[in-house]
């Protein structure tokens, strides 16, 4: 798992006038780009699990979610998997599972700890208690930051933020389909207790909990 996944050091995101700290750092492998499952397929395939095996994904099948949701393109492409209005990226991305808390960056295609901790259990009492975040082994959280689409489209901000959230969580469902892994979208959830369990900074707000695993069979 994540957990026992050998870690570098390097420098996190930090908010203004707060101390710079080094946290560890995990590489993803590089995103698989080409499959045998047709984009029709995914689509058809796909739908809502909320029951999952208690194993942990792979590294690999993690870093291709998140890719999926904002990973960037590579040369000769530019941007993210998502569209942005404006290109400008409002979204962040964290994972909830036994090992703690991590963030994804897009540049880099690499996963940050910000925390050591399992959140999983108040993590589904903050979402009502629902079946899928109690069985399920990990739980992405996608977060909006309307700052930074407001200096540009100010009132317009928080809707460009939303739809942009919605492109996201889509991409990671398809490709959870085309890997056989089972996820649900869900929005019934405690916002301020969502924000600090997760310990997300200023300004950004909790917009999705995916809940994601292998399906339980039988």
Same mark, same amino acid.
């Given at each position: ?9 390097? *420098? ?20 698989? &780009?080409?499959?045998? &499952?047709?984009?029709e397929q995914a689509i058809l395939r796909r739908g809502s699990v909320r ?6 994904? &792979? ?83 996608? +977060? ?8 540009k489209y100010g009132g317009r901000a928080e809707r460009y933020v939303l739809?942009? +959230? ?11 389909t085309v890997l056989g892994i089972g996820a649900v979208p869900n929005g019934?959830? *405690? *916002? +301020? ?26």
């Amino acid at each position: 798992g994540l957990a026992a996944a050998a870690l570098r050091s390097g *420098d996190a995101p930090v908010a203004r006038n707060e101390k710079v700290r080094v946290v560890p750092v995990l590489g993803l492998p590089p995103p698989q &780009t080409d499959g045998e &499952t047709s984009l029709e397929q995914a689509i058809l395939r796909r739908g809502s699990v909320r029951e999952f095996d208690p194993r942990p994904l &792979t590294l690999g099948d993690l870093g291709q979610l998140l890719w999926a949701a904002q990973g960037e393109r590579g040369p000769g492409l530019g941007g993210r998997t998502a569209p942005s209005a404006g290109g400008l990226y409002p979204l962040e991305l964290y994972v909830a599972h036994a090992g703690g808390i991590y963030h994804y960056r897009s540049r880099g295609h690499e996963v940050a700890l910000t925390s050591s901790r399992d959140i999983r259990e108040p993590l589904a009492r903050a979402a009502l208690d629902q079946r899928a975040f109690h069985t399920a082994p990990a739980v992405v959280a996608i +977060a909006g930051v309307n700052e930074r689409m407001a200096r540009k489209y100010g009132g317009r901000a928080e809707r460009y933020v939303l739809i942009e +959230a919605g492109h996201a969580a889509q991409n990671l469902l398809l490709q959870a389909t085309v890997l056989g892994i089972g996820a649900v979208p869900n929005g019934a959830f *405690d *916002d +301020a207790v969502v924000a600090d369990l997760f310990g997300l900074p200023e300004g950004a707000a909790p917009l999705y909990l995916i809940p994601i695993g292998r399906p339980q069979r039988g």
